[in-house]
């Protein structure tokens, strides 16, 4: 599209030659005046006979035409190259731009390819790309890291509130759903244990403990196993997540009114296939799945220490129950000795009494492992569950059995120390301890070996009961396995609410520089620099208050070496819910914060460049400007060359045709059109299989290759062949095909000589 300047300099030349030829006419009208002293009639005359004259005074208009004529093929010229540089400056502004948002981080940013060959616009949406790929893979591993480290933190957390209270049930339900309420950031929770109803006799949920809004709720609410959604997930043993929860199932109150949460949460407290209890937690938010997953662990946790706890208990009760027994029994005897006289009613209450020993001693086995040994360690008895427990079918297998048969090689030295203890009618023994089953496996139980004396006072026999611990113990080793790779992949420090340090792993030690007796007499603000010390201060007071840090902080090892560590610190809460101490979790990333500040460099560089990229947009401004001028030039000689070789083309004897890569005609000489019998205007444009309308079968190879886009052309041979023009006549032909390639432009010209000979 010409532009307004176009259109002036068309009509400024155009008007140019019209004042010329004007001039021109005035000219030789004023030398006929003056030189050959002509009268007007004398001139009209000489103008009107003379076909010069004619011609001269029709100069103006001629030369305003063909003035007209190159004005427009200049402006056209014009207005075409300027159309290309603008597309080409607006092309690499279009670039910059982009560029400019990839700088600032927008990995995000769009950008259209300007054609096939926009190399530079393909080299920065592959940057754009790349850029988004390591974007997206550095969130989520920051996010996987941020997931495992909380995961880890909480674990250790409740594992270390797991390790007291657990002589009351209530303060410790209390503790631990107060926690998991705050450290997974919903609304409320409420713990449910099992616990027998002495009413009804039977097995009932009872909420232990209720925790919202940051506040202790006092509970009173008791559930059957099955009733409603708690019940059922019990029954089910499987964990319950709701996302869409009933109206009328549990209402959050806050100073704001009532509502209904968005999501509940049931997890069993669940240790191998036995449910112990249930925690519920309501949230107006969505719960994500590696928060459920944890709460799940934390949950087989507590169903862990549950059930420890209420196996220490029953078997503190039947102990106590036993001892309380054998004194009544005693006493009883006593009075039995010293008073004949009641005889008679001791001997009726003996009885209750023995009977109420047997339904103590069936009782004991049928709920504990029992077995009975001479002073020597001989199995003198075993019950059903001893059997079972360590692999015997029956009693014959182990009976006046040495008790050595069930304990390990490896604890006989101690063993039989305590044994000794035993059979000279030493002290009873409470523990942890590990049995050899009949197939090799260890069976860890809770025992008991007590004494069981003659009148004389020595030893009849020695008393045996167990409680199968196994599955807890190897829970317990899991949990120590744990924090033990927790200790040796990260540096961990345990710290006084002062700062001063209680303790440290070796991994810290060992980056840090110093020996485990040196880093006691140190505090948290020793590692780390004056600049950040305040920074540190104020952090340390928020982790205080109970609040949870996590980032990036510069320290400082003995030998003044500066190391980055990502740092965790996290309050551990004592019984009366304060501060008693706080965990420091570290990892070393110096190497990446290195990484971190040489990447900044090299985007200062990159800031540089663009400055440079910059001058060097205006210097190729200033060029492109010189290379219009130019292109302008080549292009006036480029397209007289053009015209000079259509016109040349077109008047060959031999007929031309030019097709390109697709086989569409480009080219048809007036010499073609006489040998085909067709015009040019019905070929143009079109595929040259229509000069050839027969099936290509019946061709020869030269002239099916020289059709068909899909084959290989015969190229710089001469083939002569035969055709058939419009009118049906078949026309021997010499063919020769040439081809020629511009950028990815292909075309094959084709130069055919008519040898057909006409017979008279």
């Not at 009641?342 to 009494?353: G, H, I, P, S, W």
């Not at 297998?397 to 008790?403: A, F, G, L, M, N």
């Not at 069976?443 to 070996?449: A, G, H, I, P, Q």
């Not at 800031?607 to 440079?612: G, I, Q, S, V």
Request: include cysteine.
């Amino acid at each position: 599209m010409k532009s307004p300047r176009d259109n002036n300099i068309v009509l400024k030349y155009t008007l140019s030659g019209f004042i010329i030829g004007l001039a021109t006419v005035l000219f030789v009208l004023f030398i006929d005046f003056i030189f050959k002293d002509l009268t007007v009639d004398q001139i009209i005359r000489e103008h009107t006979r003379n076909p010069v004259y004619i011609i001269l005074d029709l100069s103006p208009f001629v030369l305003a035409f063909y003035a007209y004529l190159l004005s427009k093929k200049y402006a056209d010229t014009t207005a075409i190259l300027n159309d290309s540089i603008k597309r080409e400056f607006n092309r690499m502004e279009r670039v910059y731009r982009f560029v400019e948002k990839l700088r600032h981080g927008k990995v995000d940013a769009s950008y259209k390819l300007q054609g096939d060959d926009d190399v530079l616009g393909q080299a920065v949406l592959s940057l754009r790309d790349e850029l988004k790929k390591n974007k997206e893979e550095e969130e989520k591993r920051r996010e996987e890291d941020e997931q495992r480290n909380w995961i880890s933190d909480g674990l250790a957390k409740f594992g270390n509130i797991l390790r007291y209270d657990t002589d009351n049930l209530e303060a410790l339900s209390y503790k631990l759903i107060s926690n998991l309420v705050k450290y997974i950031d919903v609304t409320q929770g409420a713990f449910f244990i099992i616990n027998e109803d002495e009413e009804e006799g039977k097995n009932v949920l009872e909420m232990t403990a209720c925790y919202a809004y940051n506040r202790r709720k006092y509970p009173d609410r008791k559930l059957e196993i099955g009733e409603g959604l708690i019940g059922a997930a019990v029954m089910e043993k499987e964990t319950t997540y709701l996302t869409e929860v009933p109206q009328d199932f549990v209402n959050i109150t806050s100073g704001l009114g009532e509502s209904t949460p968005n999501c509940l949460l049931i997890v069993p407290l669940k240790i191998n296939e036995q449910v112990h209890g249930a925690v519920e937690l309501a949230s107006f938010k969505e719960i994500e799945q590696y928060v459920i997953e944890f709460v799940e662990k934390v949950a087989e946790s507590i169903a862990s220490t549950i059930s420890n706890v209420k196996t220490n208990t029953q078997t503190s009760k039947l102990l106590e129950e036993s001892r309380r027994q054998a004194e009544e029994l005693a006493s009883k005897e006593e009075q039995m000795r010293q008073n004949m006289e009641e005889l008679k009613a001791t001997q009726e209450e003996a009885d209750r009494q023995s009977q109420r020993f047997v339904i103590f001693s069936n009782a004991v086995s049928h709920t504990m492992i029992h077995a009975e040994y001479d002073p020597e360690g001989k199995l003198l008895y075993a019950n059903t569950k001893f059997l079972k427990k360590l692999g015997y079918d029956s009693t014959s297998e182990v009976e006046d059995q040495p008790i050595s048969m069930f304990i390990d090689e490896k604890d006989h030295a101690w063993f039989d120390d305590l044994w000794e203890r035993l059979a000279n009618g030493g002290k009873h023994f409470e523990g942890y301890m590990k049995h050899v089953t009949k197939q090799g496996r260890d069976l860890w139980t809770m025992s008991t070996y007590t004494c069981m004396r003659r009148d004389d006072g020595s030893v009849e026999k020695i008393l045996y009961l167990g409680l199968d611990t196994t599955e807890q113990k190897k829970q317990s080793l899991d949990y120590e396995g744990q924090i033990e790779a927790l200790n040796r992949a990260s540096h961990k420090l345990e710290l006084l609410p002062s700062g001063d340090v209680l303790d440290a792993n070796q991994n810290f030690l060992n980056l840090m520089e110093y020996s485990e007796g040196e880093v006691k007499n140190r505090t948290i603000f020793d590692f780390i620099q004056k600049a950040d010390l305040n920074e540190l201060k104020n952090i340390w007071e928020k982790v205080k208050n109970n609040e949870t840090y996590q980032g990036q902080m510069k320290h400082l090892t003995r030998g003044g070496r500066e190391v980055w560590m990502q740092m965790t610190l996290t309050a551990v809460n004592d019984v009366y819910g304060e501060v008693s101490k706080v965990i420091y979790i570290g990892h070393d990333i110096t190497k990446q914060k290195q990484m971190e500040i040489e990447a900044n460099k090299q985007a200062e560089l990159l800031k540089e460049k663009e400055e440079k990229l910059e001058k060097s947009q205006q210097d190729l401004s200033e060029k492109l400007e010189k290379a219009r001028q130019d292109v302008k030039e080549q292009f006036q000689e480029i397209e007289r060359e053009k015209v000079r070789n259509e016109r040349t083309l077109e008047g060959a004897s031999d007929a031309i045709i030019t097709i390109d890569q697709e086989g569409t005609v480009k080219f048809f000489n007036k010499a073609a059109e006489e040998l085909w019998g067709v015009e040019k205007d019905m070929i143009l444009g079109r595929n040259v299989k229509k000069l050839f309308p027969k099936n290509l079968d019946e061709y020869e190879d030269f002239i099916v290759r020289f059709v068909d886009p899909n084959k290989e052309k015969t190229v710089g041979e001469r083939k002569e062949v035969t055709i058939t023009n419009a009118s049906g006549e078949d026309l021997s032909v010499i063919f020769l095909l040439s081809m020629a390639k511009v950028n990815k432009e292909t075309t094959y010209t084709a130069f055919i000589q008519n040898i057909s000979v006409d017979l008279f």
